[in-house]
């Protein structure tokens, strides 16, 4: 005697399972696909939490983004200024651990980019700084994420809403972004 | 008012005689065909800056080299009594450039440098543009191009890759104009005479090619383009290019 459920349900039971199954992978897929495969926050190599860097600690961004200020990228600070701290803060625990790995094999960590901006927009950290344009503004409260996402949408729409809203000179013109 | 509309008056004002004057800045140049020797220097150094792909032997037998900047050759008599001659060739960045009307995406258009400006984003490729432009100055990509390994090295990252479908022209080394605006902006002063070479210029070894800034009357355009042999190729078309040629004598 085979033993089975649906024979026992009727159609609009069944309808309602399917439905409801199907709502709940639906749900965890895209939970799994948002927290593990989005582009726009990535796992990084180290679980590095700018929470409590820039938040609790309150380390301020252009400590480990120095060239901000004077450069077109903001930079990524070199392992070595990661190992200054950490020598002595916060040993011994896991992710610190793959950090001093990477620092005894001397590579680079290899972090993922979660504000990329494609191949013909020229960007200028150092204009949009000077400017006095907060970093929060494109990145979001960096320094309230554990890890970082990406909030803006990065596109010309975007940009160019802050460009017309600031009066930017030359703001609209193409060649001023495209290259 | 919308976007297009904006675009549209924006582009009726730039078209307007005399709006240069209006502005910082209107890039131009001055090429001295006494001193070309023809020796494509300026033609490698823009492949080399701006990304240009080579088509290959076929690519250009059938018409479909990219060139920004080019090297035209003529024989003037016959032999014994021959004399060659040789115009460097460029987008003119005229003032009423025939190629901006026809495009029907603005793709194209004058900016407030005095710049003619090619939008990659915006091209869907009708080629009018090249088809009215008096100077022959603007390649079509027919294919995407790639660079094999380890060639892609050399590419230059303020330069974008243009892709197949879009046309391209002469920028006036628009990254090295932007660089300069940038390092006069945060000192607060304008961009100085000769501080913007674009590479053509700036590989030159007779010094042929001067670029800069024709509003300012002290630059050294301004007053090279007062001198007697000066001329502007198909003047008659009034285009008003950009480009003053000193007449080869």
Known sequence: MSISVLPALDASKKAVGIFVVGLIAFVIGYWV??????????????????????????????????????????????????????????????????????????????????????????????????????????????????????????????????????????????????? | MSDSDSIKEKWKKYRNPGYQDKFDYSWGMVIDLDRCTGCEACVTACQAENNLPIVGEEGFRSGREIKWIRIERYWDGEYPDIKLRFIPMLCQHCDNAPCEPVCPVYATYHNQDGLNVQVYNRCIGTRS???????????????????????????????????????????????????????????????????????CVQSCPTQALVFGDRNDPDSAVSKLAQNPRGYQVLKELNTNPSIIYLKNL
């Open chain 2, 129 to 199: 543009c090249a088809a009215y432009c008096p100077y022959d100055a603007r390649s079509f990509n027919w294919f995407s191009f790639t660079w094999d390994k380890p060639l892609d090295e050399q590419l230059n990252p303020d330069v974008t890759v243009r892709e197949k479908g879009v046309m391209e022209k002469c920028t006036f080394c628009i990254q090295r104009i932007r660089q300069a605006k940038d390092t006069a902006k945060d000192q607060n002063r304008r961009v100085r005479d000769g501080e913007v070479q674009p590479a």
């Open chain 1, 33 to 179: 696909n948002r927290n593990y495969f989005s582009d726009a926050t990535p796992v990084q190599p180290i679980e590095f939490s700018h929470r409590i860097h820039a938040g609790e600690n309150q380390i301020p961004c252009m400590y480990c983004h120095l060239y901000a200020r004077s450069s077109r990228v903001a930079g990524v600070p070199s392992v070595h200024k990661c190992i200054n701290c950490h020598k002595v803060i916060a040993t011994g625990r896991a992710e610190i651990n793959k950090l001093f790995n990477y620092w005894n094999e001397k590579k680079p960590i290899p972090w993922i980019k979660v504000h990329d901006l494609p191949d013909f927009v020229y960007f200028s950290h150092k204009r949009h700084v000077r400017g006095g344009v907060q970093c929060q503004t494109c990145h979001g409260p960096v320094e309230e994420m554990n890890r970082v996402t990406r909030l803006a949408s990065l596109q010309m729409g975007w940009c160019l809403e802050c460009h017309r809203a600031k009066k930017v000179e030359n703001g609209r013109d193409c060649w001023t972004c495209h290259k």
